[in-house]
Nanobody
Framework: EVHFAVSGGGSVQTGGSLALTCLAS????????MRWYRQAPGTECELVSS???????YYPDSVKGRFTISQDNAKNTVYLQMNSLKPDDTAVYYC??????????????WGQGTQVTVST
């Protein structure tokens, strides 16, 4: 059964940093790309980072230069380092494998997300 255990959220002030961790299980991790998503109240689920099985990464402009995705295949774990956080980054963060439908990434079907709150 596919499952993602996300941890590392919390509350920080503007300009602070947080590191999120996602332990994946139930599939062949090294063959799959991984993605981080977030959803703030009243907004759609947003892709904030992805990494494919070749190590290529993607970031939308909203987080480019501030967030860094990485993975450790030996640990079935993907990370999201978030620096220079802004109040707009406040959301629940989820991770998911690339083969799963993006539309359902923020439903929490495969594990709970973690709350990130950035205050002014």
């Amino acid at each position: 059964e596919v499952h993602f255990a996300v941890s590392g959220g919390g509350s920080v002030q503007t300009g602070g940093s947080l590191a999120l961790t996602c332990l994946a299980s139930g599939f062949t991790f090294e063959d799959s790309g991984m993605r981080w998503y977030r959803q703030a109240p009243g907004t759609e689920c947003e892709l904030v980072s992805s990494i494919d099985n070749g190590g290529r990464t993607y970031y939308p402009d909203s987080v480019k230069g501030r967030f860094t995705i990485s993975q450790d295949n030996a640990k079935n774990t993907v990370y999201l380092q978030m620096n220079s956080l802004k109040p707009d980054d406040t959301a629940v963060y989820y991770c998911a494998a690339g083969f799963l439908p993006s539309i359902s990434a923020c439903f929490g079907l495969w594990g709970q997300g973690t709350q990130v709150t950035v205050s002014t």
